[in-house]
């Protein structure tokens, strides 16, 4: 354990069984062992060394899209007959990341040292969850881990799927909602002023509209260091809540699922999620009690966590899951159906992997809708913005104009 905590990233020159120079980057405990390492290959080493931190922060840390990418590759190696070391080993050459590179060389000792896969993955709750970990140890148990992690790679790719999604839907608007508050910030602080004083030289009084503008730039002027310390504190605020107020949470949780045009696509998201998750788990093996739990875990929303726990509950005094489902009022007839066809036929996690596809589709075609509404709202809002400071800074000029005529 201890030699796995302190496994770094070095750079190894060296010349290969041509006499072709070679160079790249290990991850091992000393030099030693990456010498070593390189002349079983048939590399002989003339330097290696650590390889420097990054100037700007060190690496990247290792994300959801990265495991599910680890996944793939360690599933293809499985199905390849690599192996398990040995697919750890090629997997950690082609990572592009160093915290990805130390993270699968802290697996590769523990599995090499004689852990399973699963007790490996366990140590690392961060990136490997109990979905994860449960789905492995399953296939260590059945002896068919490569079938089982080519489930998980296609579990894992497809919530990334589904996640990118709807990150699509949100990530224009915000953008263009961040770039409006800046031009308009630049406006009432930079050009406002400077046609205050031109107006200030009149003598004549002006309009309603430009005097409000006039004194919000004032405000600007004055306060604007306050307010942007105040949004970044309400923001982190905000963000502290939801980490630390499970009440808090599962309250926005709810409002989320009520609003008009994001609720909807948040619902079919989670049915979509709860569909493909019990797919993978009751396919792997999974008794279907334990299985539920899994998918109230990942559901991702409180709302139907609860729901799920309650269906769970149900299941365990001996109701179906059709009519669990069907008791809380929550999920759609389309589910409820395929769900019903699926334990008359003994296929529940074919119907499922259907749903879930259904669904995952649903998503997809709720987002390109959203993102077609939300583009002329949103050039509608700019232009009121933008458009409203422009005539407001003109409208003393144009009375000027006119009273000179």
């Not at 390492?37 to 002989?44: C, D, E, N, V, Y």
């Not at 915290?99 to 896969?117: C, H, P, T, W």
């Not at 003598?203 to 004055?222: C, E, H, M, N, W």
């Not at 949470?249 to 079919?268: R, Y």
Request: hydrophobic share 50%; proline share 3%.
């Amino acid at each position: 354990m201890a030699s796995a905590a302190t496994a770094q990233v070095y750079i190894y020159k060296g010349t290969g069984k041509n006499g072709n120079k070679i160079k790249g980057e290990m991850t091992g405990t000393n030099p030693a062992l990456i010498k070593a390492q390189l002349r079983k290959q048939g590399i002989i080493t003339k330097s290696v060394r650590k390889k420097p931190k990054d100037l700007f922060g060190g690496s990247k840390p290792v994300n959801a899209a990265d495991i599910a990418i680890f996944s793939r590759q360690m599933a293809t190696m499985m199905k390849a007959g690599v192996p398990l070391v040995q697919a750890f080993e090629i997997v950690e050459e082609g990572a592009d990341k160093d915290s990805l590179k130390k993270l699968i060389a802290q697996l590769r000792e523990d599995v090499a040292a004689g852990n399973s896969f699963a007790s490996a993955l366990r140590k690392h709750p961060k990136h490997f969850d109990s979905l994860f970990c449960a789905l492995i140890e399953a296939g260590e148990n059945s002896g068919s881990l490569d079938t089982l992690l080519d489930r998980v790679a296609t579990y894992k790719e497809k919530s990334e799927q589904l996640k990118r999604k709807i990150k699509k839907a949100m990530t224009y608007p915000i953008a263009v909602i961040c770039v409006a508050i800046i031009v308009t910030a630049i406006l009432l602080i930079k050009v406002v002023p400077v046609f205050a004083d031109v107006f200030s030289s009149f003598g004549a009084g002006l309009p309603a509209f430009t005097l409000f503008v006039v004194a919000l730039s004032d405000f600007a002027q004055t306060w604007w260091f306050v307010v942007l310390v105040g949004l970044i504190a309400i923001g982190y605020a905000f963000q502290q809540a939801k980490l630390r107020s499970k009440k808090f949470a599962d309250g926005l949780d709810k409002v989320l699922l009520k609003l008009p045009a994001v609720g909807p696509i948040i619902h079919n998201a989670v049915i979509a999620r709860y569909s493909r998750t019990l797919a993978t788990t009751f396919a792997a093996g999974v008794p279907l009690v334990e299985a539920l739990g899994s998918v109230a875990g990942a559901a991702g929303n409180a709302v139907y966590r609860d729901a799920i726990l309650q269906v769970q509950a149900d299941v365990t005094t001996g109701i179906t899951v059709h009519a669990a489902l069907k008791n809380t009022n929550m999920f759609p007839t389309m589910l409820l159906q395929l769900t019903s066809i699926g334990e008359e036929a003994g296929s529940l996690d074919d119907m499922m992997e259907k749903a879930a596809e259904h669904y995952e589709e649903a998503v997809d075609n709720s987002v390109d809708n959203l993102t077609a509404l939300l583009e002329p709202m949103i050039m509608s809002v700019l232009g009121v913005l933008i458009g409203g400071l422009v005539i407001a800074m003109y409208l003393p000029i144009f009375q000027l104009g006119n009273v000179v005529g």
